[in-house]
């Protein structure tokens, strides 16, 4: 039991960092958002489901249907998701989507007690409202400025995650590898009436090609083979590293000025993290 705990953390842990690349290649790639994203969402489709033919063998249809109704729903919810969220950055403030993006661990934890029951313990619970606090920190005075529909947007985003997390914390026994792989091919259906795929140049392409499969499809596979293991709310934690990760490549790659308080939350947010993680529990209130 401990050992499947270890092993989920440590892979959802390398999906933050997988995800957390995102405002590195964004400030990289000279395209516009509605390409990038259709261009991530290809390649992170094709990476996935290129895994996903490797792990079965060649059994692709059959493992599409093996997801059902869950899976589908996984793939809708993830998608449209990721479509929230880039519209939610364009008419709200970056501080009030971050913030929003800081309560999804506490909306897992009520979607995952209603839908399958699993009850959170306190320690994780703590350690979630610590990194949530670490977040507004990052987030600053800046958090006033946001807009009602982006706010709405960035919420709408939230729960459809916390849903994709509980859903699949739901079915431990079934690879939900096709659903997120569906679900990047869906994100690039949807943004392509507003995409200019055949404006990019051969070098932007590349960078595209790296954006969809070691940021999106890398970071989806991860979450996909991570959370299973551990709580749906502990997923949702874990996920928040992303936030202070990617300052921190923006920062070494594009020597960004950093605030002072966005160090410190990113501290507490590390630190909320890292105590859910080695804090010692009674007993293991995973099943």
Same mark, same amino acid.
């Given at each position: 039991m401990q050992r499947k705990r270890w092993l989920g953390t440590a892979l959802l842990a390398a999906s933050a960092v997988a995800y957390s690349s995102g405002g590195f290649y964004t400030r990289l790639i000279e395209t516009d958002a509605w390409t990038m994203l259709f261009w991530r969402g290809l390649f992170g489709g094709l990476f996935l489901f290129g895994v996903m033919a490797w792990r079965e063998h060649g059994r692709v249809v059959q493992a599409v249907r093996d997801i059902g109704r869950d899976g589908m729903l996984i793939a809708v919810c993830s998608a449209v998701a990721t479509v929230c969220f880039l519209n939610a950055l364009r008419l709200s403030s970056v501080a009030d989507v971050l913030v929003i993006d800081a309560t999804i661990p506490f909306m897992t934890a009520g979607i995952a007690w209603l839908v399958i029951g699993e009850r959170e313990d306190r320690v994780t619970l703590l350690a979630s409202l610590a990194a949530l606090a670490g977040v507004v920190v990052m987030a600053g005075s800046a958090i006033?400025?946001?807009?009602? #529909?982006?706010?709405? *947007? !960035?919420?709408?985003? @939230?729960?459809?995650? =916390? &849903?994709?997390?509980?859903?699949?914390?739901?079915?431990?026994?079934?690879?939900?590898?096709?659903?997120?792989?569906?679900?990047?091919?869906?994100?690039?259906?949807?943004?392509?009436?507003?995409?200019?795929?055949?404006?990019?140049?051969?070098?932007?392409?590349?960078?595209?090609?790296?954006?969809?499969?070691?940021?999106?499809?890398?970071?989806?596979?991860?979450?996909?083979?991570?959370?299973?293991?551990?709580?749906?709310?502990?997923?949702?934690?874990?996920?928040?590293?992303?936030?202070?990760?990617?300052? #921190?490549?923006?920062? *070494? !790659?594009?020597?960004? @000025?950093?605030?002072? =308080? &966005?160090?410190?939350?990113?501290?507490?947010?590390?630190?909320?993290?890292?105590?859910?993680?080695?804090?010692?529990?009674?007993?293991?209130?995973?099943?």
């Open positions: 006033a400025g946001g807009r009602l #529909l982006g706010d709405l *947007l !960035a919420l709408a985003m @939230a729960v459809l995650m =916390a &849903t994709v997390l509980v859903m699949i914390r739901r079915n431990p026994k079934i690879s939900m590898l096709p659903a997120v792989g569906l679900s990047a091919f869906l994100c690039a259906l949807i943004v392509l009436p507003w995409a200019r795929p055949l404006s990019v140049s051969g070098g932007d392409l590349l960078q595209l090609a790296l954006f969809g499969t070691t940021q999106f499809g890398l970071g989806l596979l991860l979450l996909s083979f991570g959370t299973p293991l551990v709580s749906a709310t502990r997923g949702a934690l874990i996920g928040t590293l992303q936030v202070p990760l990617g300052v #921190l490549w923006v920062w *070494l !790659a594009f020597s960004e @000025a950093t605030a002072v =308080a &966005t160090l410190a939350g990113g501290a507490i947010v590390l630190a909320a993290v890292i105590c859910d993680v080695v804090v010692p529990r009674g007993r293991e209130h995973i099943t």
